[in-house]
């Protein structure tokens, strides 16, 4: 028996276990990929030091801090989910988004995205640690008046 990925551009085959807001590149939390659906070691996060991380793909939720015995599950706002949920990352497309390198903001135009500490976009050169470069990430747009941009990535 094979399982096959959707062909949609979206994974589902990791957790997070920290609280994180959609749009940011996540990061193995181990380095440790498996290739089954329910493999406790496929958690995601977003790393305090992206050196030596392996990124996994943007995310498409918001997990919060709640407790679901005692909150039910918000019908209106199915992005945002319970920690320790099965996550959707964005592996192949585009998003809008705010998650940009505050101090860079100002200078990003179309072309080359990087990613920095805690899964934010940036237009820096990887240096030391202080980003890395994700294959096939880029910004489609600068940034709106209210600091989102388009990014587009293609990790498959």
């Known amino acids: 028996r ?7 551009g979206v994974r589902m ?14 990061f193995y939390a181990t380095g440790a990929w498996l290739p089954e659906m329910d493999a406790s070691a496929n958690i995601v996060s977003y790393p305090t030091t992206v050196s030596g ?15 679901i015995t005692r909150v039910p599950k918000n019908e ?9 949920s099965k996550v959707a ?5 585009e998003v809008v988004t705010n998650k940009i390198d505050p101090a860079r903001l ?3 135009v179309p072309g080359k995205a990087y990613v920095t500490n805690s899964g934010l976009f940036t237009d820096t050169v990887p240096s ?16 709106s008046v ?5 990014v587009a990535v293609k990790m498959a």
Do not use: C, W
């Not at 094979?2 to 949609?8: C, F, I, R, S, T």
């Not at 085959?13 to 996540?26: F, H, I, K, L």
């Not at 990352?89 to 497309?93: E, H, P, R, S």
């Not at 030391?128 to 940034?143: E, I």
């Open 2 to 8: 094979h399982l096959v990925q959707a062909e949609n």
């Open 53 to 67: 991380r392996v990124p996994a793909g943007i995310m498409l939720h918001t997990t919060e801090n709640y407790d």
């Open 89 to 93: 990352l964005l592996i192949d497309g």
């Open 128 to 143: 030391s640690g202080g980003s890395v470069d994700v294959d096939g990430a880029k910004f489609l747009s600068g940034p």
């Open 13 to 26: 085959d990791s957790y997070a276990t920290t609280v994180m807001e959609r749009g940011g590149m996540a």
């Open 76 to 84: 209106q706002n199915q992005d945002i989910v319970p920690l320790n």
């Open 106 to 108: 100002s200078s990003i």
């Open 146 to 150: 209210d600091g989102y941009v388009k």
